[in-house]
């Protein structure tokens, strides 16, 4: 049953332009990036400069003031953000891991009419139609623009001041489908920096390696950073090698990550200097309880996990009290369930003395935020997308989960990680969890292919950590039969050995790109049978996909 709108904390400034105009005349340390560093007065300047450039570069003919950045995690990208928000202009953040057509659908259908970028990404330009003038970035016509406006006083437009206006376009980052660009106004961010648990002082140095076309790092690392004055480092792109010297180097305090980045860091080879920094604590989603504890046993720091989404509708924070594994508990004013099928709350999740979920069909449903359809802004140009989401006010996440009687919620994967083996319902997050305890596992995904009579059969891809053995099917059968928790129908009845999992631009594992390539991939396939694990060959696999198209179900292959 729905309920009221929940009220949401105060906050003091309405817009971005305003919080950046908070830090006009601020001499501490603002920005390092690779040798350069910038006082956030700096900061603000350089993007007083790049609000004239984009004035200058609004349509004539009414299109939306919409400017595509395709460019890596540089200054220039932030310096146009602030520019955006001082002068009301919206900033389109494109994947530069799209190409081709889906490349030019993103622009497209974005209304972009300018496209900034650099020899970073350009070609990626090459015969795409876009229907939008391409500027380069390093290119001495832009810096004919720049040096236009040198000198230009940090102020803020009506346009800019106005809390509804659009200031960012973040595309989902992809794992279950098509990215949609969700709509992000200059107010909702200004109250989403001001509002994070994350606090900050001018001492801090947050690092930040994920790609700032994406919600994660300008919410949970550059927002915090503007709110309380700390400085922001940025790398170029996300790289495993160089988190460490990073770190080092910049004095981080802070750092946030995405998907699977934990595990690709933990992968590197142990070195005696690890905890020779001075990080305070890491954020961000998706890591395993496993990975986190190692974490702070190299590093010497904690990391924390918390639960949000790019539409900015549901926020999940890890406390103190938090159990392994959990998500914790909703951030003041968030008033997430567990709902099913059928529209009712799930029962809390019951536990055995193991661990064991002993009641994971009534109790997983999908994660839904009461009241927050008016906190949604939609789907850019997508209105059907944005309809599905909404129900009654509320917006349905797309994301399973459960809550356990204390009230802690738990992540249990996308709904399309919903499996059905021999008529029971579970989903893949809490196997993936088991399966990231074998100290040979690097990263987990487990996904559905379909089974050939009816429903699915579990399947698991591994990456191994560098300095494993190869793998042992029959100890990684013994491992499985040790785990007390793993449902009776859990365990995989195909696994794949690969040395590099599919991801997205944001470092979470591509699942339907692994379900595509079911076991017809060319990585060793390994299927449960007569009582182990045994490879798979050409003539099986042929042989599976004719079990399959005999009971008339090849059609789900690559679905």
């Excluded at 960012?168 to 489908?177: A, E, P, Q």
């Excluded at 006010?393 to 399309?416: I, K």
Aim: charged share 25%; net charge negative.
């Amino acid at each position: 049953m729905t309920q009221a709108t929940p009220t949401m904390p105060t906050v003091a400034h309405a817009t971005m332009a305003e919080l950046f105009l908070t830090r006009a005349e601020d001499d501490t340390s603002g920005l390092l990036f690779e040798d350069e560093r910038w006082s956030w007065r700096e900061v603000i300047a350089e993007g007083a400069r790049r609000a004239g450039v984009l004035r200058g570069l609004r349509p004539a003919d009414g299109r939306p003031w919409h400017v595509g950045v395709l460019l890596e995690n540089v200054p220039e990208y932030l310096f146009l953000v602030v520019g955006a928000a001082l002068s009301g202009a919206t900033v389109v953040g494109i994947n530069p891991t799209r190409r081709g057509a889906e490349l030019a659908a993103d622009i497209r259908t974005t209304d972009c009419a300018v496209l900034l970028a650099d020899e970073a990404y350009v070609d990626l330009l090459d015969d795409v139609d876009t229907d939008a003038r391409v500027l380069r970035t390093d290119r001495t016509e832009y810096a004919d623009l720049l040096a236009a406006h040198a000198g230009a006083v940090p102020e803020a437009s009506p346009a800019a001041l106005d809390p509804t206006t659009t200031l960012l376009l973040l595309f989902t980052s992809g794992s279950t489908g098509a990215p949609k660009a969700v709509v992000c106004s200059t107010g909702r961010w200004a109250f989403i920096c001001q509002v994070n648990p994350i606090e900050f002082t001018s001492d801090d140095v947050a690092y930040n390696a994920m790609p700032l076309f994406h919600g994660n790092a300008l919410m949970s690392a550059w927002g915090p950073c503007i709110t309380h004055g700390a400085t922001f480092a940025l790398r170029r792109r996300f790289s495993a090698s160089g988190f460490l010297p990073d770190i080092q180097r910049f004095g981080a305090t802070f750092f946030n990550y995405v998907g699977r980045s934990l595990a690709y860091v933990l992968a590197q080879p142990e070195r005696a200097d690890e905890a020779d920094n001075r990080l305070r604590f890491g954020f961000g989603t998706e890591a395993s309880a496993r990975d986190r504890a190692e974490f702070q046993r190299r590093f010497g720091t904690t990391v924390f996990e918390s639960y949000g989404s790019s539409e900015g509708t549901c926020y999940i924070i890890n406390g103190p009290d938090t159990p392994d594994g959990a998500l914790g508990k909703p951030q003041v004013g968030h008033v997430p369930e567990i709902v099913g099928e059928d529209g009712e709350v799930c029962p809390p999740a019951r536990f055995d003395e193991h661990g064991v979920l002993l009641n994971p069909e009534e109790a997983i449903g999908e994660i839904v935020s009461r009241g927050a359809a008016a906190r949604f802004e939609g789907y850019y140009n997508n209105p059907a997308a944005s309809a599905e989401k909404l129900r009654d006010g509320d917006f349905w996440t797309g994301d399973l989960g459960y809550r356990d009687e204390e009230g802690f919620f738990y992540f249990a994967g996308r709904t399309s990680d919903w499996l059905r083996v021999d008529s029971e319902n579970f989903a893949a997050a809490p196997i993936e969890r088991i399966i990231a305890r074998h100290r040979d596992v690097a990263v987990v995904a487990v996904y559905p292919v379909p089974d050939a009579q009816t429903g699915d059969q579990v399947m698991a891809a591994l990456q191994l950590v560098a300095e494993a053995p190869a793998f042992d099917p029959d100890a990684f059968a013994r491992f499985l039969a040790a785990q007390p928790d793993l449902g009776t129908k859990w365990a995989p009845r195909l696994v794949r050995i690969t040395p590099d999992l599919p991801t997205t631009a944001t470092n979470k594992v591509d699942k339907p790109a692994l379900r595509r390539e079911h076991w017809g991939s060319p990585d060793p396939v390994w299927e449960w049978r007569d009582g182990r694990y045994v490879e798979i060959d050409d003539e099986r696999r042929a042989a599976l996909h004719a079990e399959l198209a005999e009971h008339g179900r090849g059609h789900l292959l690559g679905h």
